[in-house]
């Protein structure tokens, strides 16, 4: 059996950690040692050492804006039908891969995510008059906002792990016996201490699931779900600036 072998040159070390002067332990790998870093990738997501999400967010954005520059460069029809089907085969699942792990919570990063789509809103429908409404052209599209679509997600993933569709563990939804308004399939708030932790997957998605119809939450077809889940609009959790 042929097994795994890591290129010392390849791997470095990245400290999760949220203090000024943190233990710096040299790490070996093949009598080499390996390389501090500040941020590492795995599986597309830029991790960083203090788990703030700012800096893959600044990946994100700036990867949108250049398929974004793309599809300007390359599709000269002003089909509104071509250009918002390229917009949303090209540009943005950019700035949705993986988006349920690291939603951000404060407004400028969602004001700088939401950017790309308005400039994109432009862009399909023709208009770059100063005066005319992006949020209009986005109606007309039928574009919701990067937002919603990031609640919805995270609230999709949360319903499949109650119906066990995927494979991650349920420990820390903790069903709420006695629920005094709303559905009865709500989970305990998780208590958090940083806004790291607030802003990671389960203390928001609990949060907005919580909030979903009665009706919604009890379906247990997954079609049936996924379209009654896009007819309806997901509350946002507490923003920051």
Not at 43 to 72: C, E, M, P, Y
Not at 96 to 103: C, F, L
Not at 106 to 127: C, F, G, M
Not at 205 to 223: C, G, H, M, Q, R
């Amino acid at each position: 059996m042929w097994g795994m072998s890591f290129n010392p040159s390849k791997c470095n070390v990245v400290r999760i950690t949220r203090k000024k002067k943190p233990l710096k332990l040299p790490y070996m790998l093949k009598n080499e040692e390996l390389e501090s870093a500040a941020t590492a990738g795995y599986l597309g997501v830029t991790i960083s050492q203090d788990l703030s999400w700012n800096t893959h967010i600044a990946k994100v954005i700036a990867k949108g804006n250049r398929a974004l520059g793309f599809l300007r460069r390359n599709i000269n029809t002003r089909s509104v039908t071509t250009k918002s089907n390229a917009y949303n085969t090209i540009v943005r699942p950019t700035l949705e891969y993986a988006a349920s792990v690291w939603a951000p919570g404060y407004k400028t990063l969602i004001s700088a995510l939401e950017a790309v789509q308005r400039r994109a809103a432009r862009y399909v429908s023709n208009d770059y008059r100063r005066r005319e409404s992006v949020t209009n052209m986005m109606l007309k599209l039928g574009w919701e906002s990067l937002e919603e679509r990031r609640n919805k997600s995270r609230v999709s993933v949360i319903y499949k792990i109650v119906n066990k569709l995927i494979a991650i563990p349920d420990a820390q939804l903790v069903r709420n016996r006695a629920p005094t308004r709303g559905h009865d399939l709500k989970f305990h708030r998780i208590a958090t201490r940083t806004n790291y932790h607030k802003d990671s997957f389960f203390p928001t998605a609990i949060s907005l699931w919580n909030a979903l119809p009665p009706d919604l939450v009890k379906l247990k077809d997954t079609e049936h779900f996924r379209k009654a889940l896009n007819k309806c609009r997901v509350p946002s959790v507490m923003l920051r600036f």
